[in-house]
C-alpha cells in the first residue's frame, strides 16, 4: 500500500521519538532518477510506528524490526517518487485551488476549523505552509496516477465471483450451533444436602415446563457463572461446550427442557434456544465479500506490475 502524506495530528509536536534507535537519520537511503531521498527522511515517514514498536518490542529484536521498518518505509517513498515522475512526465498539475480545499478540509476535520491552532501545530513540527502545501500536492497527484493505474482497472466479472466460490466453497461452511441456557446448582457435600438439591432441581424443572420464563428463574436460582444472565450462552458448536452437556444440545429440540443432568459436583437445566443446521453460506450472502477480496488481489497485482514498470522506465539506486 503506497503511503498517504501524513496529516497533522492535534498534540503532536515532534516528528522524531526520543528513544534512541540505531537507524542513522543522516545520508542517502535512496535515489529516483535526481531526486535523493534521505535516511532522515525514511525515519520521518515512520514516526507514526515507532511508539508502537518501541511498546511492543526491545534489544536485539527492537533493532531487527526497526530495519524492516526502515527497509518498507524506504520503499514506499521510492515507489512514491516514482509514481511522481510518472505523474510529471504526463504533464499532470495539481491546482493550488485544489491544495487549499483539501487544505480546508484537514483543519476542518482535525481542528474544528480552528485555523490557528493548524498553523502553530505547523509551527511545532517545523514545517511551513508552503511545505504541507507540497505535501498536499503529492498526495493527491499520487492518489490521481494510483486511481488511474490501478484502481479503474481491477474489474471483477460475475463469473470470476461465482468461479471463486465454487473453488472455495469449504470455506463458506456453517457448522451446526446451538444457542442455549443452563440453571446450574451445586449438589453440596452430603448425601442429605444432595438429596435437596435434587428435589429442587425437579420443582424449578416442573415450574418451567409450566411455562415459567427461562431467563427470569435462572437468574433467581442458578448457582453458576451466567445467573445474571438468566443463565444464556453465545451461539456455541455442540462439540465446544462441555462434555456432559454434549449429547443433550445436541438432540434437545429448540425450546424444549432438558432433564435434570448430574455431575459429581452439579445439577444441570438445559433449554436449547435456537439451532442453525451445518450448510454453506448461500452465494448471495457472500457475493459482495468475494468480490473485494478479488478486487483487492487484482489491485496488488496491477500496482506491483506498474511499479515494476516504472522502475525499469527510471534510474533507481538503494543504499545501505
Same mark, same amino acid.
Given at each position: +500500500?503506497?503511503?498517504?502524506?501524513?496529516?497533522?495530528?492535534?498534540?503532536?509536536?515532534?516528528?522524531?521519538?526520543?528513544?534512541?534507535?540505531?537507524?542513522?537519520?543522516?545520508?542517502?537511503?535512496?535515489?529516483?532518477?535526481?531526486?535523493?531521498?534521505?535516511?532522515?527522511?525514511?525515519?520521518?515517514?515512520?514516526?507514526?510506528?515507532?511508539?508502537?514498536?518501541?511498546?511492543?518490542?526491545?534489544?536485539?529484536?527492537?533493532?531487527?524490526?526497526?530495519?524492516?521498518?526502515?527497509?518498507?518505509?524506504?520503499?514506499?517513498?521510492?515507489?512514491?517518487?516514482?509514481?511522481?515522475?510518472?505523474?510529471?512526465?504526463?504533464?499532470?498539475?495539481?491546482?493550488?485551488?485544489?491544495?487549499?480545499?483539501?487544505?480546508? #478540509?484537514?483543519?476542518?476535520?482535525?481542528?474544528?476549523?480552528?485555523?490557528?491552532?493548524?498553523?502553530?501545530?505547523?509551527?511545532?513540527?517545523?514545517?511551513?505552509?508552503?511545505?504541507?502545501?507540497? +505535501?498536499?500536492?503529492?498526495? +493527491?497527484?499520487?492518489?490521481?496516477?494510483?486511481?488511474?493505474?490501478?484502481?479503474?482497472?481491477?474489474?471483477? *466479472?460475475?463469473?470470476?465471483?461465482?468461479?471463486?466460490?465454487?473453488?472455495?466453497?469449504?470455506?463458506?461452511?456453517?457448522?451446526?450451533?446451538?444457542?442455549?441456557?443452563?440453571?446450574? =446448582?451445586?449438589?453440596?457435600?452430603?448425601?442429605?444436602?444432595?438429596?435437596?438439591?435434587?428435589?429442587?432441581?425437579?420443582?424449578?424443572?416442573?415450574?418451567?415446563?409450566?411455562?415459567?420464563?427461562?431467563?427470569?428463574?435462572?437468574?433467581?436460582?442458578?448457582?453458576?457463572?451466567?445467573?445474571?444472565?438468566?443463565?444464556?450462552?453465545?451461539?456455541?458448536?455442540?462439540?465446544?461446550?462441555?462434555?456432559?452437556?454434549?449429547? *443433550? =444440545?445436541?438432540?434437545?429440540?429448540?425450546?424444549?427442557?432438558?432433564?435434570?443432568?448430574?455431575?459429581? *459436583?452439579? =445439577?444441570?437445566?438445559?433449554?436449547?434456544?435456537?439451532?442453525?443446521?451445518?450448510?454453506?453460506?448461500?452465494?448471495?450472502?457472500?457475493?459482495?465479500?468475494?468480490?473485494?477480496?478479488? *478486487?483487492?488481489?487484482?489491485?496488488?497485482?496491477?500496482?506491483?506490475?506498474?511499479?515494476? #514498470?516504472?522502475?525499469?522506465?527510471?534510474?533507481?539506486?538503494?543504499?545501505?
Amino acid at each position: +500500500m503506497l503511503m498517504a502524506a501524513p496529516f497533522l495530528v492535534l498534540g503532536q509536536t515532534g516528528l522524531l521519538p526520543q528513544k534512541p534507535t540505531s537507524i542513522e537519520i543522516d545520508g542517502y537511503a535512496a535515489k529516483v532518477n535526481d531526486k535523493v531521498i534521505t535516511r532522515g527522511e525514511v525515519r520521518e515517514a515512520m514516526a507514526p510506528v515507532l511508539p508502537e514498536l518501541y511498546r511492543q518490542f526491545q534489544g536485539a529484536e527492537l533493532e531487527a524490526e526497526l530495519e524492516k521498518a526502515f527497509i518498507r518505509t524506504r520503499n514506499e517513498l521510492v515507489e512514491r517518487a516514482l509514481i511522481m515522475e510518472a505523474f510529471t512526465a504526463k504533464g499532470g498539475q495539481i491546482p493550488d485551488q485544489y491544495v487549499n480545499d483539501e487544505i480546508k #478540509r484537514v483543519i476542518n476535520a482535525q481542528f474544528k476549523g480552528d485555523e490557528a491552532l493548524f498553523e502553530q501545530v505547523l509551527a511545532e513540527q517545523k514545517k511551513t505552509r508552503a511545505e504541507y502545501m507540497e +505535501m498536499i500536492r503529492e498526495q +493527491m497527484a499520487v492518489g490521481m496516477m494510483v486511481n488511474e493505474e490501478v484502481s479503474r482497472r481491477a474489474r471483477i *466479472t460475475p463469473q470470476q465471483v461465482r468461479e471463486e466460490y465454487e473453488q472455495n466453497k469449504d470455506m463458506y461452511f456453517i457448522p451446526e450451533k446451538v444457542k442455549y441456557s443452563v440453571i446450574v =446448582l451445586n449438589k453440596g457435600n452430603t448425601p442429605e444436602d444432595q438429596a435437596i438439591k435434587k428435589e429442587e432441581a425437579a420443582k424449578i424443572r416442573q415450574r418451567l415446563v409450566d411455562g415459567a420464563d427461562f431467563g427470569e428463574t435462572a437468574k433467581e436460582v442458578s448457582e453458576g457463572s451466567r445467573a445474571a444472565d438468566g443463565g444464556a450462552f453465545p451461539w456455541m458448536q455442540p462439540k465446544d461446550v462441555r462434555t456432559e452437556l454434549r449429547e *443433550t =444440545l445436541r438432540t434437545l429440540p429448540a425450546g424444549e427442557i432438558s432433564g435434570i443432568i448430574e455431575t459429581d *459436583t452439579q =445439577l444441570y437445566l438445559v433449554k436449547v434456544e435456537a439451532r442453525r443446521q451445518p450448510g454453506y453460506k448461500d452465494f448471495d450472502e457472500v457475493r459482495k465479500d468475494i468480490k473485494a477480496a478479488l *478486487t483487492a488481489k487484482e489491485r496488488a497485482r496491477l500496482r506491483e506490475r506498474w511499479i515494476d #514498470r516504472l522502475k525499469e522506465d527510471n534510474y533507481v539506486i538503494l543504499y545501505d
